[in-house]
Nanobody
């Protein structure tokens, strides 16, 4: 079992910055690929960024490339999402995901990010 707790969400001004954190329980965090998803009102949940267990492979949605950065610290069992220059289109609930297999993945409870114009 892996429990994920997100933090760092809130209100941010257009062009500001925000860093989300996702703390994982358990000593097997290092075995899981991690990802950030988001879901805006009336829209489907979408992948924002992902990072492999070793951190060697990182992927971003086109909409956030060059603005957001995903990283992980396996010693702290934590994955981060640095959000720079957010726009109102980035307003959503952001979810942390731990994935090792289709039937072996976990979700956090989500954290609201609101970007004010």
């Amino acid at each position: 079992q892996v429990q994920l707790v997100e933090s760092g969400g809130g209100l941010v001004q257009l062009g500001g910055s925000l860093r989300l954190s996702c703390a994982a329980s358990g000593s097997i965090f290092r075995l899981y690929a991690m990802a950030w998803y988001r879901q805006a009102p009336g829209k489907q949940r979408e992948l924002v960024a992902s990072i492999t267990a070793t951190g060697r492979i990182i992927n971003y949605a086109d909409s956030v490339k060059g603005r957001f950065t995903i990283s992980r610290d396996n010693a702290k069992n934590t994955v981060y999402l640095q959000m720079n220059s957010p726009t109102p289109k980035d307003t959503a609930v952001y979810y942390c995901n731990a994935f090792r297999a289709t039937n072996d993945q976990y979700w956090g409870q989500g954290t609201q990010v609101t970007v004010a114009s």
